[in-house]
């Protein structure tokens, strides 16, 4: 299982048995209202959609926040040639709703994302319109809205590896001063064909844990 850990957070790659955990979560009318898919989610679905996501080109993640499971964050749809994925998040646990959980683990994966995996020079998210505190946050992280490339109800947005270098080298600084953990970047786990090439060329290699530039 890959796991990721920096800051404060713990990133496990979803396993078979957390999927229940998850479709609650995602029933749950505070995260299904601000999901553009929004009918109920049955055992069956949540288990035929793991199976079809559990593969290279999508890494999903349970938030670990301080010994706790709260939420979910993911880089999907990996498209290697084009250097492209898409990115989503949502916090669970409605206790952590307002805690560093979220901008711990977005951090701690786009600064994997952009800064161990170099063929991946773009990250895109879709959210509601209506959902405004996500655009928000996701601007706060760098994304920019890419306009005409939406419809009337959700939104575009788009974060390059160049903006992020400039982005995520103020936000790792202001969370380092926050967070009780360690700032560098931690990577377990065992290369497998559920990975990318790349990602288990870190894992071979064991690397010993990582220093995010300006930390």
Same mark, same amino acid.
């Given at each position: #299982?890959?796991?990721?850990?920096?800051?404060?957070?713990?990133?496990h790659r979803l396993?078979?048995?957390?999927?229940?955990?998850?479709?609650?979560?995602?029933?749950?009318?505070?995260?299904?209202?601000?999901?553009?898919?929004?009918?109920?989610?049955?055992?069956?679905?949540?288990?035929?959609?793991?199976?079809?996501?559990?593969?290279?080109?999508?890494?999903?993640?349970?938030?670990?926040?301080?010994?706790?499971?709260?939420?979910?964050i993911n880089a999907?749809?990996?498209?290697?040639?084009?250097?492209?994925?898409?990115?989503?998040?949502?916090?669970?646990?409605?206790?952590?709703?307002?805690?560093?959980?979220?901008?711990?683990?977005?951090?701690?994966?786009?600064?994997?994302?952009?800064?161990?995996?170099?063929?991946?020079?773009?990250?895109?998210?879709?959210?509601?319109?209506?959902?405004?505190?996500?655009?928000?946050?996701?601007?706060?992280?760098?994304?920019?809205?890419?306009?005409?490339?939406?419809?009337?109800?959700?939104?575009?947005?788009?974060?390059?590896?160049?903006?992020?270098?400039?982005?995520?080298l103020k936000l790792?600084?202001?969370?380092?001063?926050?967070?009780?953990?360690?700032?560098?970047?931690?990577?377990?786990?065992?290369?497998?064909?559920?990975? #990318?090439?790349?990602?288990?060329?870190?894992?071979?290699?064991?690397?010993?844990?990582?220093?995010?530039?300006?930390?």
């Amino acid at each position: #299982m890959l796991i990721l850990k920096q800051f404060d957070v713990e990133l496990h790659r979803l396993q078979l048995e957390d999927i229940e955990l998850v479709r609650n979560w995602r029933n749950e009318a505070h995260i299904n209202n601000q999901m553009i898919y929004r009918d109920f989610i049955t055992e069956k679905m949540q288990f035929d959609w793991f199976h079809s996501v559990n593969n290279a080109q999508n890494y999903y993640f349970i938030i670990h926040f301080k010994g706790h499971k709260v939420g979910l964050i993911n880089a999907k749809n990996y498209e290697i040639k084009r250097g492209f994925g898409e990115g989503g998040i949502f916090i669970g646990e409605k206790a952590f709703e307002d805690s560093f959980a979220a901008v711990f683990a977005s951090l701690c994966l786009l600064n994997f994302v952009f800064y161990l995996l170099p063929h991946i020079s773009i990250s895109r998210i879709k959210v509601l319109k209506s959902n405004q505190r996500a655009i928000q946050y996701n601007k706060l992280l760098g994304y920019e809205e890419i306009f005409g490339a939406t419809n009337s109800y959700d939104q575009l947005l788009e974060l390059s590896r160049e903006r992020f270098l400039t982005f995520g080298l103020k936000l790792n600084k202001v969370a380092s001063l926050y967070c009780e953990g360690s700032k560098l970047m931690h990577l377990s786990g065992k290369s497998c064909d559920l990975n #990318m090439p790349e990602i288990n060329s870190l894992l071979d290699a064991k690397i010993p844990p990582k220093a995010i530039p300006g930390l």
